[in-house]
C-alpha cells in the first residue's frame, strides 16, 4: 500500500512522529513488531520519565505534555513530581499499561493507520532515496512504500538498511550496560521513609529527614550499608553501586531500575538472548534481596517484569549535524532546534558498576536542530529517537523519553510538510517547521509553566 508517511518503531518517538504527521493531515501508517505501542515506556517498562523541567521551568510540551495530562485524567500517572533523588528536577511516574491504552485511543482519534507484529526486514530503495519497507507479517512478507519514511526503531533499523552512515558506541564501540526493569508491589514505604528518616545518609536526598513520608520518597537512591552487607555476604551480584527504585502511580508498589548487563552488543542477537537471561537471574537475586534486607518490602511481590531488556545505546546516524556533549554542557541553541533538554550527560560504565554524571548549568536547557534527524546522504527518511545524529556522549543526554517524544513529533510535523509541499525532508524550511511546532505546544524558546 502507499502512504504519505510511513512510520516504523511505534515506541513513544514513533507514536509521537505518527501523531504529529497524521493531525497535520498526512496519510499515516506506524508498523510495529509487538502487539501493542509504547516501545521502552511499556515493552521495557521504562520509567518514570526524566525529565520535563529545567528547575522550574517545563521545557517540554506538545504531545509529550498532552499523554501526561491525559494519563493523569485516567489515574495512570501522578504527573510531574519532584525527584526526591535530586538527579532531576522532576520525573513523571505512569503505568505501562494505561500507557498502552491510551496510545491506541489517541491514534484511533487522530486516524493513523496501525500495522502490529510487523517485524522491519528491509527499507526500499530508489536512486539514493527510501520509499518505504518491507515486514515480516504472520501473513508472510508485506511493502508498505510511502512519500516520506520515519526511521522511529532506537536501532536505526531503517537507515542501516538504507545504506546511511552510522556510528556506534564510544571510542572503543562499547555501548551502555542494558537493564531489564521490574515492579514491586505490596510495598509498605511507610517503613521503608521511617527507615531513611532515622538514617538520612542512606538515602541521597535535600529532603529534611523529618520530611521523608511516604509521599515524598518519589525515587530513592542509596540505602548503601544495606546493600554493601548483601554484596558482602555474596548474595547479590549485579554490578551496581546503590539501591535505585522509583514511585509508581499506586501508593504500594515501585518500579526497580538496578539490573546491569554489561559487555554487550545490543544488535547481536547471541549477546541479546544472553543479556535477556542473565537480566533476569539479577531480577530474583534482587527480589530476594528486597524482600529479606529492605524495610517496607518484607511483603513485596514481583508484580511484572518488562517485555524485553531496556537498551541505552546502539546505532546511531551521522546527519547533517551531529549534536556533542560541547552542545548539551554549554546549552548551546540552534536556529532550526525542534527539542530542548536538561537531562545530564549520564553515561554509565560499560564494564562495570558507576555512573559518569555531566550537568549543564543550574536552569539550562539545550536545543536539539533538526539537522541532527537528517540524515547526511540520504533522501526520503528522517531519524527521531535515540538513533539521532549525535556522539555518544550526548546520546547519553538526548534519549530520555520526554526529548524523544518532542523528537518525533517534530520528525512527523516534518514529514508532513514535506508531503504537502512536495519536498524532500531535509528542505523543509525551519521557520515553517518551528511554526507548525510552536503551534502544537513545542516552543523551544519559551518555558512553560
Partial sequence: MFHDVLVVGGGNAGCA?????ARCGAKTLLAERYGFLGGTATA?????????HSGDDRIVGGIAQEIVERLVAGGGSSGHVRDASDYVATITPFDPEAHKALLFEMMAEAGVNLLLHAYFLDALMGANRVEGARFATVAGRREERAT???????????AFSAGVEIRQGDE??????ATLMFRLSHVDLAKTAAYVRERPDQ??????????????????????????IARARGDVTVPRELVSFFA?????????????VTGIDPLDPDDLTRAEIEARAQVMQLVAFFKRDVPGFEHCRLAATATQIGVRESRRIVGEYTLTAADVLAARTFDDAVARSAYPIDIHNPSGSGTT???????????????????????????????????????????????????????GTAAAIAVAERIEPRTVS??????????DGVDVRRATA
Avoid: K
Fill in 17 to 21: 512522529a505518527a501523531l504529529a504527521a
Fill in 44 to 52: 521495557a517498562m521504562v520509567g518514570p520519565w526524566m525529565t520535563f
Fill in 148 to 158: 516520506v519514511t520515519i526511521d522511529a526503531t532506537a536501532d536505526a533499523f531503517v
Fill in 172 to 177: 572503543r564501540g562499547r555501548v551502555q550496560p
Fill in 203 to 228: 538515602m541521597r536526598s535535600s529532603i529534611p529527614p523529618a520530611n521523608r513520608d511516604a509521599a515524598a520518597l518519589t525515587a530513592v537512591a542509596g540505602l548503601y550499608e544495606l546493600w554493601d
Fill in 248 to 260: 509508581t502511580p499506586y501508593p504500594d508498589e515501585v518500579t526497580v531500575n538496578m539490573t546491569r
Fill in 357 to 411: 554524571t555531566q550537568r549543564l548549568p543550574p536552569g539550562a536547557a539545550y536545543e536539539i536542530p533538526y539537522r541532527c534527524l537528517v540524515p547526511a546522504a540520504v533522501d526520503g527518511l528522517l531519524v527521531a529517537g535515540r538513533c539521532i545524529s549525535t556522539t555518544h556522549e550526548a546520546l547519553a543526554s538526548t534519549r530520555l523519553t520526554p526529548t524523544v517524544m518532542t523528537l518525533g513529533q517534530a520528525a
Fill in 430 to 439: 525551519a521557520v515553517r517547521l518551528r511554526e507548525r511546532l510552536a503551534s
